[in-house]
């Protein structure tokens, strides 16, 4: 009988924390910061001689070896510094509309995951009164995007705006190279569109719209703006859904 495959080697899952750029200016870190402190002490069991990575947010990486571990404080030294890696060859902007606070987390969460850039809450004439955002709820989709960037090894801190309204959502996105409004009806295919285009942008905004969809009125005046709209085939999806969709079709098809 042949002998049984050699079990595979496990990748070890490196454990990356994005922290203020100010922090890794040296190679002696001193972070003030109690959650942090908390997550590699308490909750992963860390301690002096373990090695972390440490983001800075803007494309720089630092492998980091634990010195000192306190209630509030991490002490530490850089062994090494790289650029970051994770992310695309396109900066992506996202422009969310609001619609129910879990569904907008998850589309959020899952656009950070795949490489976009820039997430804008954007106010739609059918967005719903109670979809508003506070402060309180922007800090919270702050620590979602924070995570869900260490969790999908990005290199660079996605950035989440204020809430704005459509016309300043167009005037925002028309200054991207490629700039796109999600159309369920009658509107090229968004993979045509790409396919079509000569070159790769290096830059792209992708509007979507809420739950009720996209006025006439809006389609004007984005396309005044020069934006295009595109389909995402002929099955209407979700207001949560389509943005993703769209997000991963236009990563996967700009990506090397």
């Known amino acids: 009988a042949a002998e049984p495959a050699p079990p595979r080697p496990r990748m070890k899952n490196t454990l990356r924390f994005f922290v203020p750029p100010e922090a890794l200016r040296s190679d002696e870190v001193r972070l003030a910061d109690q959650g942090l402190a908390h997550q590699l002490g308490r909750v992963l069991r860390l301690g002096p001689g373990d090695r972390v990575l440490l983001l800075d947010g803007l494309g720089a990486a630092c492998t980091v070896e634990l010195l000192a571990l306190g209630r509030d404080e991490v002490r530490g030294r850089v062994v090494e510094r790289a650029a970051a890696a994770g992310e ?6 996202v422009y969310l509309p609001l619609i129910r606070p879990e569904r907008f987390e998850w589309a959020l969460q899952k656009c950070v995951e795949l ?13 719903l009164p109670s979809d508003r955002a506070d402060p309180r709820r922007l800090e919270r989709w702050r620590r979602i995007v924070r995570e869900a960037a260490e969790q999908s090894a990005r290199g660079v801190l996605p950035q989440v705006g204020e809430p704005i309204p459509f016309a300043a959502a167009c005037e925002a996105a028309a200054r ?23 070159g790769a942008p290096a830059t792209c905004a992708l509007l979507s719209g809420p739950e009720g969809g996209i006025t006439d009125e809006e389609l004007t005046a984005a396309r005044a703006r020069g934006i295009m709209p595109a389909s995402l085939g002929p099955r209407i999806l979700r207001a949560e859904t389509a943005p993703v969709a769209a997000a991963a079709l236009l990563i996967a098809a700009l990506e090397p």
């Open 176 to 198: 991207a190279e490629l700039a796109i409004m999600l159309w369920e009806r009658e509107a090229p295919h968004l993979s045509a569109l790409l396919r079509e285009r000569p």
């Open 88 to 93: 695309p060859p396109v900066e992506l902007s």
């Open 115 to 127: 490489g976009a850039a820039r997430l804008v809450p954007v106010a739609f004439a059918r967005s």
